[in-house]
């Protein structure tokens, strides 16, 4: 068993836009509430019906999305969130003229789309350690941004660097209210995409960092999970990790 606390709390409300951190969240059926609630669609002929991502578009990094506060502070959005342009021009999204300024911005025409459970292997949450983010910084002697590997979960923990890359089914992590277990199908050991190589503003990318990751740690950073008892998490809460 490893101990901890939750060290940082992450919501993508837009798929593949930045995010906002939290004080709270609320974990339950669909992973992080509020998280790829909402996504871009790609109209072009070859793609159209398919989700817009850093992968086809690394611009999409420049944009932000975030929820409006809660007037109680709860950790359940309020409705749909606010966009924020490169330039910090706040879009609502329902206004009217958000899909041509977005494919303005891409070079892509693009519709929107609201559903929840839009992550990539379902309703989900990801899960990083800062003892493995450290360890990756001392393999590659350079220091590495979080958000590139747009966690749900941050935990400082006891456990060793890069311990969850052993995580299978049945590992069990108790955080704040709610329990996180690795179960059903594309959970455990996160493999990664070629997103965590772009830094978090879309401008450089650095392929070396996953070449590293394939050599080193078979493509993994992070562990996805389910959630198996909902409840809230606060950053600071203690964690449990039974393994």
């Known amino acids: 068993m490893y101990r901890g606390t939750v060290d940082g709390l992450h919501r993508w409300p837009v798929k593949s836009l930045r995010g906002e951190r939290l004080s709270a969240a609320l974990l339950d059926h669909r992973g992080l509430a509020g998280d790829r609630a909402y996504a871009l669609i790609d109209e072009r002929p070859a793609h159209a019906g398919k989700r817009l991502t850093v992968r086809q578009s690394p611009p ?55 559903g929840d459970g839009q992550q990539d292997r379902g309703p989900t949450v990801l899960v990083t350690f800062a003892a493995s983010l450290c360890g990756l910084e001392e393999e590659l002697g350079a220091k590495i941004e979080l958000e590139r590997f747009r966690p749900n979960v941050h ?89």
């Open 155 to 243: 935990l400082a923990t006891d456990a060793p660097a890069f311990a969850e890359e052993s995580f299978t089914e049945g590992t069990m992590i108790t955080v704040g209210e709610a329990v996180l277990e690795v179960t059903g199908a594309h959970a455990g050991p996160c493999i990664r995409c070629a997103v965590p190589s772009w830094d978090p503003y879309g401008r450089e990318r650095w392929p070396e960092l996953q070449k590293h990751l394939i050599a080193a740690h078979e493509n993994k950073f992070g562990v996805i999970m389910r959630v198996t008892r909902p409840g809230t998490v606060r950053a600071g809460d203690p964690v449990e990790v039974r393994h």
């Open 60 to 114: 999409m990094l420049a944009w932000e999305a975030a929820y409006p506060a809660t007037c109680d502070g709860s950790p359940e959005p309020p409705g749909p969130p606010v966009l924020y342009s490169p330039g910090g021009v706040p879009w609502a999204w329902d206004d009217p003229g958000l899909p041509a300024e977005l494919a303005e911005s891409y070079g892509v025409p693009l519709s929107l789309r609201a």
